[in-house]
């Protein structure tokens, strides 16, 4: 097992990768005062190793992730007596992690919460970092708040009862760290992804602690999004467009955001098409597309409601090289005439 630990404006958080869900216990007591949020699926494969706590279900799928989940859970908080010591328990996919963290931090001005990610993205990525939210009017994390987790346990070995597309979800947020931030985990991705895609033990242990290191890092160095961490956006400008407008998965979704905003990087000379290449190379290995049918105007209307941007800019994450990201402001008319010959020259 490895921990690392997140230090934030909003609290310490402890990661533990490779623990037991079995253990969650001794994270938060266990002695009944609080409640655990969690989906029915996950209810029924693991609910017998929860602890003692009450237990909120909630719907699993983006359509669950609204005001009116958050009311629900909120109802059931007031019929278990939760107070100011009790704890959240997240226990699920990155939905359930998102809402159940968004629901503590504002019922009694903020609960104490943790998180025990059941998918592979979840592990990487939405568990981690203190981003908690909920959509509204079919966009994506609109309302939310910015509060760390007291702690994550990544039990692995959850992620092997996985179906396929799950685990797409979740490379690809491995792969967005690696060409954000560690060149070598992006040639350990090269070289292991076979292994990878079985979850061998020493390969995803060390996947998912590489993975996390990259997002730790940024972290921990802008915990709100006012710079560093926008990196953590890379493909993703592009990859929202198409989750709302083509109906993708959201791994499917980044996957083809990174291609596109790889070839805008090697169009602005940041990038070399060997890179480019190598990118496209490994998103394919792991079972993700590097184009989907898009309507343009479709695309570019969603990209102007992205909030990710600042009047007629947007700040967009481009790569310098394979490992090192960029975030640099961007016209959203230069935007649109790139996705324009972009979608034309594939």
């Known amino acids: 097992m490895r921990r690392m630990s997140i230090d934030g404006k909003s609290g310490k958080c402890t990661i533990a990768i490779g623990e037991s869900i079995g253990h969650l216990g001794k994270y938060c007591g266990n002695s009944g005062n609080g409640v655990i949020i ?13 602890p003692n706590f009450a237990v909120v279900e909630i719907g699993a799928g983006e359509r669950s992730k609204t005001l009116n989940t958050v009311e629900a859970i909120y109802e059931g908080f007031l019929e278990h007596g939760l107070d100011r010591t009790s704890w959240v ?40 970092g203190g981003k908690n939210g909920i959509n509204y009017r079919g966009y994506k994390n609109l309302i939310g708040a910015f509060n760390q987790p007291s702690f994550v346990v990544c039990d692995l070995d ?20 690696a060409l954000i931030g560690d060149a070598s985990l992006f040639s350990h991705l090269e070289n292991e ?41 890379f493909g993703h400008t592009f990859g929202h467009a198409l989750e709302k407008t083509a109906g ?35 998103i394919s290995h792991f079972g993700l597309p590097l184009e989907a049918k898009m309507d343009k105007e479709m695309m570019i209307d969603a990209v102007r409601k992205d909030k990710k ?31 324009n010959d972009l979608c034309d020259s594939r």
């Open 38 to 50: 969690t989906d029915a699926t996950v209810h029924r494969l693991y609910g017998s190793r929860f």
């Open 89 to 128: 328990i997240g226990i699920g996919g990155g939905l359930t992690c998102d809402i159940a963290g968004f629901a503590a931090s504002t019922y009694l001005r903020g609960l104490r919460f943790g998180f025990v990610p059941t998918t592979l993205l979840a592990q990487v990525d939405a568990s981690v």
């Open 158 to 177: 959850l992620l092997k009862s996985l179906p396929d597309s799950e685990v797409k979800n979740g490379y690809a947020e491995v792969i967005k760290h």
């Open 193 to 233: 992804w076979e292994k990878a895609l079985v979850f061998d033990k020493g390969v995803i242990e060390s996947v998912v602690h590489d993975s996390l290191i990259v997002k730790k890092g940024i972290v921990s160095l802008d915990e709100t999004e006012q710079g560093e961490r926008r990196k953590l956006n």
């Open 248 to 282: 993708l998965r959201h791994g499917e979704a980044i996957g083809i955001g990174m291609v596109l905003a790889a070839r805008l990087s090697e169009k602005m000379g940041m990038l070399t098409l060997g890179d480019v290449k190598r990118i496209e190379t490994v």
């Open 309 to 339: 941007r600042a009047g007629e800019k947007m700040n967009f994450v481009l790569l310098e090289a394979i490992g090192r990201a960029q975030v640099l402001p961007i016209r959203l008319e230069h935007l649109e005439k790139v996705l």
